[in-house]
C-alpha cells in the first residue's frame, strides 16, 4: 500500500483525554501501508512526510470512519406486513399466532442459500458503507438449526470480501426459540446452539457469542450454558439484555467478562455496577426503542456517572429495528436517549472499536491506528448527530479494506 497525505482537515481524532472530539484544527494525516504514520497540525508536518501524494480536503471535518457495532442484515423477507398490522393495533401474541415476528423471518431466512442471503443483505450494508462505516458487526440468529445459522455465519464473512468492509461476526442461535423446539428450550441449546457454535468455530466463523435474555427468549440460566460454553472455546461474549425487562442479563454477561451487553432500557444500579467492573460497553440501540415505542430509556446518566462507555449502533434487523443508517441511530441517541454529540459520534467510532474487541486497532485516528477515515462536507462535529436523513458523506478513506 502506498504513502499518502491528506491535508486541509478539522481533524475530530475522538481520542479521549484532550479537546472535545480530540480536534486538531488544520489539520493533515499521514499514511503509510494501510496505517495512520503521522496526524497532527499541518505547520507541525514532519519534513519526511510532506513529500507523500497529497489530497487537500479544503478545511472539511475528518472523523474515524464509523463503526455499527450490532446488526442483524443477513436475513431473508421483511416485516412490512407486519409493521401495517402493528399499527392497526395487532398485538406481538396476535402477530406471532398470524405466524409472524421472528418466525416469519426464520422461514423467510431458511429458504435462501448462501448467495441469496449475500444478495439480501448487500443493499443494507451498501447504506451503511454510504454513511461512511468501515467496519460492521453481523449476527445470526434467524436460521436456528445447524445448517442455517452456519449458512448465515458464511455469508456474513462473504459480505466482507465482495464490500471494502471488516466484518466482525457474533453467533447468536440463542435468539429465539424454532417452532420445532417450542416450549423446550435446553432440547434446543443442546441439540443445535452448542453443536451449531463448535462447527461454527471449527470453520472460523465466530468472533463473538451472542444471546437474547428475555422472558420471550431464553433465560439467565439458559445462557449462561451458552456462554460456559463460548468460554470453553476461548470465545469472547455480549448479550442482548434488559430491553423489555431486568432479568440480570447484563450483570451475567459481565460475570463472563463480556464485549458488551447491548439494548439496556430496563438496566439497573446493580447491572451499571458490574458492567463498569468487568470494563464491558453498553451498546445502545435506539431504532429499536422508538420502533416499538419503548418509554423506559436506557440509565444513560448511570452509566455515564459510572465510567461505562457507550456505543450506539443500527440493531438493523426486519423487526424491532429496521434501521441501516448510523447516522440516523446518532440523531436518535442523542435526541431520544440524551447522548451529547459527542458521546454519540464517539459511540459509533472509538467505543463501538471496544465492543468488537478493536480498540487497539481502529475507532480512533492515531499513529499506529488503521487509515480508516470518514472525511465530511461539515465543519462541525456536532452535525453528524443534529442532521436527520441528509447524509453529508464526502469520501470514505479505508486502504487496507479497498
Ligand atoms: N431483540 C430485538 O429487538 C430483536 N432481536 C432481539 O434480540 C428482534 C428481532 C426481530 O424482531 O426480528
Ligand atoms: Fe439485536
Request: proline residues 6%; negative net charge; glycine residues 10%.
Amino acid at each position: 500500500m502506498s504513502r499518502r497525505l491528506y491535508t486541509g482537515l478539522r481533524i475530530a481524532t475522538m481520542e479521549p483525554g484532550g479537546p472535545p472530539y480530540g480536534l486538531v484544527e488544520d489539520g493533515a494525516i499521514a499514511v503509510e501501508a494501510g496505517r495512520i504514520a503521522w496526524l497532527g497540525p499541518r505547520t507541525a508536518l514532519p519534513a519526511d512526510r510532506a513529500d507523500a501524494p497529497a489530497e487537500d480536503f479544503a478545511g472539511r471535518l475528518a472523523t474515524p470512519a464509523l463503526i455499527d457495532c450490532h446488526t442483524h442484515i443477513v436475513f431473508g423477507g421483511d416485516r412490512a406486513r407486519e409493521f401495517e398490522m402493528r399499527l392497526q393495533g395487532a398485538s406481538y401474541a396476535a402477530i406471532a399466532r398470524a405466524g409472524g415476528g421472528i418466525v416469519s423471518t426464520v422461514v423467510a431466512t431458511r429458504a435462501l442459500d448462501e448467495d441469496g442471503l449475500v444478495a439480501a443483505a448487500l443493499p443494507r450494508l451498501d447504506a451503511m458503507i454510504a454513511e461512511g462505516v468501515a467496519t460492521v458487526e453481523i449476527k445470526s440468529g434467524y436460521g436456528l438449526t445447524v445448517d442455517d445459522e452456519l449458512a448465515m455465519l458464511r455469508a456474513a464473512r462473504r459480505l466482507g470480501r465482495e464490500r471494502p468492509v471488516r466484518v466482525k461476526t457474533s453467533y447468536l442461535a440463542a435468539h429465539a426459540l424454532p417452532p420445532e423446539y417450542r416450549e423446550r428450550p435446553d432440547a434446543y441449546i443442546d441439540a443445535v446452539v452448542l453443536p451449531g457454535l463448535e462447527a461454527a468455530h471449527r470453520e472460523g466463523l465466530v468472533d463473538a457469542v451472542d444471546g437474547f435474555c428475555e422472558t420471550i427468549a431464553f433465560s439467565p440460566a439458559e445462557i449462561d450454558r451458552v456462554f460456559a460454553h463460548a468460554r470453553a472455546l476461548g470465545l469472547p461474549v455480549k448479550l442482548h439484555a434488559e430491553q423489555l425487562s431486568n432479568l440480570g442479563g447484563a450483570a451475567l454477561a459481565a460475570s463472563y467478562g463480556a464485549l458488551s451487553a447491548d439494548h439496556l432500557e430496563y438496566l439497573d444500579e446493580a447491572g451499571v455496577a458490574a458492567m463498569a467492573a468487568a470494563g464491558s460497553v453498553a451498546v445502545l440501540l435506539p431504532g429499536a426503542f422508538y420502533t416499538l415505542r419503548e418509554t423506559q430509556c436506557p440509565p444513560v446518566a448511570a452509566l455515564r456517572a459510572a465510567g461505562v462507555p457507550m456505543a450506539v449502533a443500527t440493531d438493523c434487523n426486519p423487526g424491532s429495528s429496521p434501521l441501516a443508517s448510523p447516522l440516523l441511530a446518532l440523531n436518535m441517541a442523542a435526541t431520544l436517549f440524551r447522548l451529547t454529540p459527542e458521546e454519540a459520534l464517539a459511540g459509533a467510532t472509538r467505543e463501538a472499536a471496544r465492543a468488537l474487541g478493536l480498540a487497539q486497532e481502529t475507532g480512533t485516528l492515531a499513529p499506529g491506528k488503521r487509515a480508516e477515515i470518514a472525511v465530511w462536507d461539515v465543519a462541525e462535529p456536532a452535525a453528524l448527530a443534529y442532521r436527520i436523513g441528509f447524509n453529508p458523506l464526502h469520501r470514505r478513506i479505508a486502504e487496507g479494506l479497498a
